[in-house]
C-alpha cells in the first residue's frame, strides 16, 4: 500500500513536470508559429506568382503602419493604461533600453574587434549587435501571446493592454537612441563613402573626349591656379572645395551643437514618439483621461476608432516583413562578406539576451522592478531579445549602407524565428 502511494507520488509528479514543460513550450512557441505563418502569407503576396504585394504597395503598406496603425494602437493603449502612479513606477523601462543598449554595443565591439569587419563596416557591426527591436516585434508578440485565453499572464485584454503599454512607454528613448548615437555611429569615415572602394573600381573614361567637356575645361584651370599657389604637384580631385579647417572655423561649437539638437528634436517629430507623449499627457491628468479615455467618457468613440485602427497594425507590419524578405540579402551581403554577417546574427541572437537577462536580474534584485508584475518584467527581458531595429536600416539609408542594412535585417530576423521561440521558452520558465 505504502510502495503504491509512493509510486502514485512520483510518476503524479512527473506528470506535472511533463505537463508543465509542455505548457511553457506550448505559450513560447505558438506566437512565434503565428508570426512566422502571416509573414510566410506576405512572402507568398509579394512573389513573383501572386505579385499583388510588390515594392511599392510593400512601401505605402510600411508608411500606413508608421503613420497612423502604430500611433492609434501607442495611444489607445497607453493612454488607457499609465496613470501618475504607474509613470513613476515604470522609470526603469528607458533605462532598460539605454542598458540593452551599451550592453550590446559592448558585446558588439568585443566581437568586432575579433572578427576584424572589412573597411568601413566595424562601427557599423557593433550598431547591428547592440541596437534590438524594441517596438514592432514585441508589440507583435504580446499581441500573438495574449490572444490565447488560457496564456499564462491571465486576462487576455489586461494581458494585452499592459503589454502594449509598457512597450510604447519606451518607444521615445529607442528614437532617441537612433537619431543620435546610431546616427553618429553610421556615420562613414570622413572624406570618404560606403561605395567608396566601389567608385575606384570603376572605368576611366576616354582622356581625349574628357578633355572636351566644360567641366574638365574648368577643373584644368583649377588645377593650373593651384599649381601656382601652391607650388606642388597635385591633382584636381585632391584639391579640396573648400579647407578642413576653413570650414570647422567657419562654423562654431555652439552652432555645431544648436544644428545637432535642431536634427534630433525634428527626427522627434515621428507618429509614434508623439502619440505616445500626447498618450501619457492624456492619461496622466485624470480630467482629460475622463473626458477621452475611459470607457464611459463622452469623446471614447474617438480611443475606440483608435483602437480598432490599431488592431490592424499588427497583420500589416508582418505582411510588410515577410514580402520584403522576397527581395533577398541583396549585395549586402557580398560586401560585409560571410564571417561578418555570420558574427552579427550570432551575436545579436545569442551572446546579447543572456547579458540582458542578467541586467534584468540585477535589477529585479535592487527593487527596480514592480513586485509581482511578470509581464513588466517579461518586456524588459524582450527588449534584450529582439532582432536588430528595422529602424536601425532606415538610419542606415541616411548615411549610405542601406544596402549592408538590408542583408543584415533579412539574415536576422530568419533566424530570429528560432531563437526568439527559445528565449521565450527560458523567460516563461523563470516567470512561472
Not at 220 to 247: M, N, W
Not at 375 to 380: A, E, I, N, S, T
Request: aromatic share 10%; glycine share 8%.
Amino acid at each position: 500500500m505504502m510502495e503504491r502511494s509512493l509510486l502514485a507520488i512520483v510518476l503524479d509528479g512527473q506528470a506535472a513536470r511533463g505537463e508543465s514543460v509542455f505548457y511553457t513550450i506550448k505559450f513560447a512557441v505558438l506566437p512565434i508559429a503565428k508570426v512566422f505563418t502571416m509573414c510566410s502569407m506576405g512572402f507568398l503576396m509579394a512573389s513573383k506568382y501572386v505579385n499583388i504585394l510588390p515594392a511599392n504597395c510593400r512601401k505605402i503598406l510600411n508608411g500606413l503602419v508608421f503613420s497612423l496603425l502604430l500611433p492609434c494602437l501607442i495611444f489607445s493603449q497607453l493612454g488607457r493604461a499609465i496613470t501618475l502612479q504607474k509613470l513613476l513606477d515604470w522609470w526603469y523601462i528607458p533605462v532598460n533600453i539605454i542598458m540593452g543598449t551599451i550592453s550590446g554595443s559592448l558585446i558588439g565591439l568585443i566581437v568586432a574587434s575579433v572578427i576584424r569587419p572589412p573597411y568601413p563596416y566595424f562601427k557599423f557591426t557593433i550598431i547591428h549587435i547592440g541596437i534590438g527591436n524594441i517596438g514592432n516585434i514585441p508589440l507583435v508578440l504580446i499581441a500573438a501571446l495574449c490572444r490565447d485565453e488560457s496564456n499564462p499572464f491571465g486576462d487576455p485584454n489586461k494581458c494585452h493592454e499592459s503589454g502594449n503599454a509598457y512597450i510604447s512607454f519606451g518607444q521615445w528613448v529607442g528614437a532617441i537612441i537612433l537619431y543620435t548615437y546610431v546616427f553618429q555611429m553610421l556615420s562613414p569615415p570622413y572624406g570618404e563613402t560606403f561605395d567608396s572602394g566601389e567608385e575606384e573600381k570603376l572605368p576611366i573614361q576616354d582622356p581625349v573626349t574628357e578633355e572636351k567637356l566644360p567641366c574638365k575645361a574648368t577643373v584644368t584651370k583649377v588645377e593650373k591656379i593651384y599649381t601656382k599657389v601652391s607650388g606642388e604637384d597635385a591633382k584636381p580631385e585632391q584639391v579640396p572645395l573648400i579647407d578642413s579647417k576653413e570650414f570647422k572655423a567657419g562654423f562654431s561649437t555652439t552652432e555645431r551643437v544648436i544644428s545637432k539638437i535642431l536634427f534630433v528634436m525634428q527626427k522627434l517629430k515621428q507618429p509614434p514618439i508623439l502619440a505616445s507623449v500626447l498618450a501619457i499627457v492624456c492619461g496622466i491628468i485624470p480630467f482629460l483621461k475622463s473626458l477621452i479615455l475611459k470607457d464611459d467618457a463622452p469623446f471614447f468613440f474617438f480611443t475606440d476608432s483608435c483602437l480598432i485602427l490599431g488592431e490592424a497594425m499588427i497583420p500589416c507590419i508582418l505582411l510588410a516583413l515577410g514580402g520584403n524578405l522576397v527581395d533577398g540579402p541583396g549585395v549586402g551581403s557580398k560586401r560585409l562578406g560571410l564571417r561578418t554577417m555570420v558574427s552579427i546574427v550570432f551575436a545579436r541572437l545569442v551572446l546579447v539576451p543572456p547579458a540582458g537577462l542578467a541586467i534584468v536580474t540585477f535589477a529585479d534584485k535592487l527593487g527596480f522592478i514592480p513586485k509581482g508584475d511578470k509581464m513588466f518584467k517579461f518586456v524588459l527581458l524582450l527588449q534584450h531579445s529582439m532582432p536588430t531595429s528595422v529602424l536601425s536600416g532606415a538610419v542606415a539609408n541616411l548615411r549610405g549602407c542601406g544596402k549592408e542594412a538590408a542583408a543584415v535585417l533579412f539574415w536576422v530576423h530568419i533566424f530570429a524565428v528560432f531563437s526568439m521561440a527559445g528565449w521565450i521558452v527560458l523567460y516563461l520558465a523563470i516567470l512561472f
